[in-house]
């Protein structure tokens, strides 16, 4: 648990293990928390390396200054250099696989593999005007959470973990949709995702990309990652079936399994005979 300097502005990030390097990038709503249960599974042969973005869990908050994603990819850049690595693999989801990807853009060099689950090439105007209904709603928690959690998850899942759900929506909007302080960081990490758009940079990456989508998911729809699977060369797709939008919650074993497959496969050609 550390913190370092970026731009006058404290991040926080954890790590787990030894090995090839697994930088895990949140989605909107999450941090570091978030990945407690997978913590050690993936740092068993790994090194795990979790962090909160600005604006997200123990981070330092940016409500003095504008900010775009460009931002959070400089500060991965700024992460790995505190860090003295060489070369990392990024896994991300959602917000994080967008961050991933700009930063695959630009910084490639850094990259070994990335692997992207529910992620976007660019914030639509289906996903922009999402991010705004969450915005308008914030100032009621239940408002809040029925605009933006039931379609994050598949209906079987939510209707089938319907008590978990249940705790899930007591807890958050007693302790953390009421929170100011909480929701203007919401506010500011959504619209920091309104001008994401690197459709026309796609082509330059090379490294080798697996893309995870999910049939269910009302955020980020299927097409969107068979568009980045079509932009990407290097990559390969994956479509969970019966799934939403927060895939590692609903299929935390698959999720391992593609992260850790993928990154720690040696081999990359096989002879069929």
């Known amino acids: 648990m550390s913190y370092f300097n970026f731009r006058g502005k404290s991040v926080y990030y954890e790590t787990y293990g030894q090995g090839k390097p697994i930088v895990l990038l949140n989605g909107i709503m999450m941090s570091t928390v978030s990945w407690r249960t997978f913590k050690e599974v993936l740092s068993a042969s790994n090194q795990l390396i979790l962090v909160d973005f600005l604006d997200q869990g123990r981070s330092g908050k940016m409500e003095d200054t504008p900010y775009t994603q460009d931002i959070q990819v400089d500060t991965i850049k700024a992460l790995i250099d505190e860090l003295n690595l060489t070369k990392v693999n990024l896994v991300g989801i959602s917000y994080g696989g967008a961050v991933a990807l700009e930063f695959s853009v630009k910084y490639e060099e850094y990259v070994d593999k990335m692997v992207l689950f529910n992620t976007t090439a660019k914030t639509t105007q289906w996903l922009k005007d999402i991010g705004t ?16 959690i039931p379609v994050i998850y598949s209906p ?18 007693e302790k953390v949709f009421n929170q100011k302080p909480f929701m203007d960081c919401m506010a500011r990490l959504t619209e920091s995702a309104d001008n994401h758009d690197v459709t026309q940079e ?18 980020t729809p299927m097409p969107e990652q068979k568009r980045l699977h079509e932009l990407i060369s290097t990559s390969e797709l994956v479509v969970l079936p019966s799934t939403g939008h927060a895939s590692m919650y609903e299929r935390p074993v698959l999720f391992v399994t593609l992260v850790l497959g993928f990154i720690n496969m040696t081999q990359s050609e096989f002879e069929i005979v």
């Open 156 to 173: 079987s899942f939510y209707n089938e973990k319907s008590q978990w759900m249940n705790d899930r929506k007591k807890f958050l909007i």
């Open 202 to 219: 796609l082509h330059k990456i090379k490294i080798p990309t697996l893309i995870v989508s999910s049939e269910n998911d009302y955020i």
């Open 133 to 148: 209904a969450w915005n308008r709603s914030a100032g009621d928690p239940i408002d809040y959470y029925c605009t933006t």
